[in-house]
């Protein structure tokens, strides 16, 4: 069933309007919105005739508010035709009539945006004048297309002088081919403006007219001019060859070859190559041999370009018979490439007897190369001259080729093959793959292979590898080794998912450990923390063996919160062992200045206690260190009686300062006393420059209340 017009629709009763009045009321609104569209139209063209009448007077100082719809009009015309033929032919006629000059510039602006043949009478007849010519050929040069690229042809024999130069200059910029001729001609005038912009503009235009004129003028151009005709030389001929005109531009390259700018003949012979492409890779092999620095960068370089295949082929089977500097300079731009040619020919280079060439070889390897080159590369890696191992060591990480990271593992279990380096760079590939044969490599019997390999799976080692990381660990000898396998098992159990998990690989290993391993073992346990770990850690401090003992005050020591706090201090107290004693208050020390929600003046209590035990002078120096970070005024009270003790100046001084800037809100007056108090006695430039602004901001502050 069709739905009836709205204006039919019943209307309900509540809203007190009948259906005739509803279909009144609706083809009054109807009749209101044409009055308004009818109104929009017109307003349109009355603010435009206002605007284009006010153009006519334009002059500097008038603000440019008034033109604003034409400018509104500009935007409308991309997309409706008619409006842009319209405001054409307005922008036309201020062209023509009595406007002023700069009415006339705003027109040719305009112009080159909307502007279309119709405009090219108007336009012509203005670029003869020398006040409009610019914006004429600005506005031509907009518009484009062969009716203007006419209209300034016809114009350069009714120009002189800067207009004249300035028609040439935009033919150029159109790069009108019809204009190489007129243009041509000119280069036999006395004006060496005029001619330096015919030379521009035939380079610009790059036909074959162009080219021979540029070549034929180039032997007897004035001192003056000789750049640019080499300059336009170069950009006609490559004009010519994106155009399909080869043959005229490689008489151009040809002729440039013997210039005396070192310069030019190499732009020139990088032109050459591009336009004859079926012989560039001969050229490019030509150029590496050469003995001119610059033949060969520039062959290099365009080597780097070659497309095809069989091109780089062909260079790659080349290189062999090129110098020693050929060659390095062929090897570093194909290392980027991937062609089984550029592996043949690293190969045979890494027996040169040019240590440059060698380098460049195994570089070449890391896209070219192939699996089977990994045991090779690791040769060199680790027996090579500096320079060759660096770049093996590189290739080895860097190599692309499928079934590498398995030709590394297969060497990793290899005991002869296995070194150091090959752990390195196995480990710099980021592949979880490698992580056996880390652990494989831990065991080795080298020293320097372990380390490696430990430092290797504190990177890499996942939570499933805690276990057998911890048995490794416990065998590890004291030193960088097992410092470097603690780190590693550290790191893997960090990695399991449950914090109260972390400490098990740890406390099952240690169940079965022996006394060696069990040192071993306490060190990492301690960095996890946790219930379990601790009462691990007490059975250790009550064993029989002095080194397991040592090793359970050192875990303590080394706890990673507070919660060890009271069993420290119970230790500093009580031990009769005054490695013990230091051990435990320097960690008391450390535990207790940790963020906390203890209330600051609870920890300036503890720290005060324990500076009572301290006998040391380093001790009671990291008392005070951490006294300066405890935001209690009595904290700050008692680091100031310190800097009259000639032990503990040094050490006052700076926590001095980093309680007092802790304070200056809270406590401002106390801060600002302290302050000025060691600003005379420290020498420390970066407590110079940071208390005098602290002090400002204290004074600031007083100052705002």
Known sequence: MRARPWCNRPVQRSFGVTRARACGLALVVVLAARAVFAQADAAPDAALDAAFAALKTLELGQTLDTFQPIEQALARAHADEKVRADLEARLGATLGGEATDLARDYACRQLALVGSDASMPALAALVPKPRSSYMARYALEGIGGPAAAKALRDAIGGTAGPARVGVVISLGRLTDAEAAGPIAALLGEEDPTLRQAAVVALGRIGTAEAAAALATFAPKAPEALRHAVVAAELQAAERLCRQGSPDAAIKLYESLQSAESERVRAAAYRGLISAKPSESAAMILAGLAAAENWKRAVAADCLAGLATPDAIATVAVGVPKLP???????????????????????????????????????????????????????????????????????????????????????????????????????????????????????????????????????????????????????????????????????????????????????????????????????????????????????????????????????????????????????????????????????????????????????????????????????????????????????????????????????????????????????????????????????????????????????EARAAGK
């Open 324 to 698: 020693p500097e050929g060659k390095a300079a062929a090897l570093d731009r194909l290392k980027s490439r991937s062609h089984p040619a550029i592996r043949a020919t690293a190969l045979a280079s890494l027996e040169d007897a040019d240590a440059n060439v060698r380098a460049a070889a195994v570089e070449s390897l890391v896209n070219s190369g192939a699996a089977e080159d990994v045991p090779l590369l690791a040769r060199l890696a680790s027996t090579g001259d500096e320079g060759l191992k660096n770049a093996a060591c590189e290739a080895l990480q860097l190599i692309t080729a499928e079934g590498t990271n398995q030709a590394m593992l297969a060497l990793m279990s290899d005991a002869q093959m296995l070194t150091p380096v090959l752990v390195r760079c196995a480990m710099e590939r980021r592949r979880p793959e490698f992580v056996p044969g880390f652990l494989h490599a831990a065991e080795s019997a080298d020293a320097a292979i372990r380390l490696e390999a430990f430092k290797a799976l504190e990177i890499m080692a996942t939570e499933k590898d805690a276990e057998p990381l911890v048995r490794l660990l416990c065998k590890t000898p004291p030193g960088d080794e097992r410092e470097a396998a603690g780190r590693a098992v550290w790191m893997s159990c960090q990695k399991i998912a449950d914090p109260a998990a972390r400490a098990a690989p740890l406390l099952a290993v240690l169940a079965t450990a022996d006394a060696a391993g069990q040192c071993a073992v306490l060190p990492s346990l301690a960095r996890l923390g946790g219930e379990k770990a601790l009462a691990a850690v007490r059975a250790a401090m009550k064993s029989e063996d002095q080194a397991v003992r040592d090793a359970g005050y050192r875990a303590l020591a080394n706890w990673p919160d507070a919660s060890v706090a009271d069993a420290l201090l119970e230790v500093v107290k009580t031990s009769d062992v005054e490695s013990y004693r230091v051990w435990s208050l320097r960690a008391y020390a450390r535990v207790v200045s940790l963020p906390s929600e203890r209330p600051p003046q609870q920890t300036f209590e503890m720290l005060r206690g324990a500076m009572a035990l301290a006998g040391r002078a380093e001790d009671k120096q990291l008392i005070v260190e951490r006294l300066g970070s405890v935001a209690a005024p009595d904290a700050l009270a008692l680091v100031l009686t310190y800097l009259d003790d000639p032990a503990l100046k040094d050490a006052a001084v700076p926590a001095v300062f980093a309680s007092a800037k802790g304070l200056s809100q809270s406590h401002p007056a106390e801060a600002k006393a302290a302050l000025e108090k060691i600003q005379p006695m420290t020498k420390d430039e970066a407590l110079l420059q940071q208390i005098p602004k602290v002090l400002r901001d204290i």
